[in-house]
């Protein structure tokens, strides 16, 4: 964009921000991954990274201004897909838990059952080796 101001490339809610990046660089500052947001042709914002540098004279003043804007896009979509699957396997891995957790509990009930089961059988043994004559109201 030779001859034309950067300001054009940047939302009116973000000319402060932007003027503020100028004046650094007029200073002969340069700026380094400055993540920002930019305007498309078609008006669409997108987020951006820029890397802005002076172009110095002999004497140290400044005469340009050498920038790379780098799309971010992409890189914010990724991020948020991984943030989606991140999510969703730390979901899988919750219900994996709880259903490992009900197993658990079923196999413990089955356990008592057993037990209980177990109790029963042997109250009935005992039952059945006493003379019918001691059982009195029991049988």
């Known amino acids: 964009m030779i001859g034309k101001s950067v300001l054009i490339l940047s939302p009116k809610d973000r000319l402060d921000e932007a003027a503020a990046m100028v004046a650094r660089v007029r200073e002969g500052q340069a700026i380094e991954r400055a993540e920002c947001v930019r305007v498309r042709r078609d008006g669409t914002t997108f987020p951006v990274s820029l890397t802005i540098s002076p172009i110095l004279d002999a004497d140290g003043a400044v005469i340009g201004v050498c920038g790379i804007v780098r799309d971010l896009t992409g890189q914010r979509r990724d991020q948020r897909e991984i943030a989606e699957w991140r999510d969703k396997a730390f979901k899988w891995m919750e219900d994996l838990e709880q259903s490992q957790r009900l197993s658990v509990m079923r196999d413990f009930e089955r356990e008592l059952k057993v037990i209980d089961l177990q109790r029963e059988v042997e ?12 059982l009195g109201d029991e049988g």
């Not at 059945?128 to 001691?134: K, M, T």
């Open 123 to 134: 109250r009935l043994r005992r039952l059945a080796a006493q003379d019918p004559r001691e």
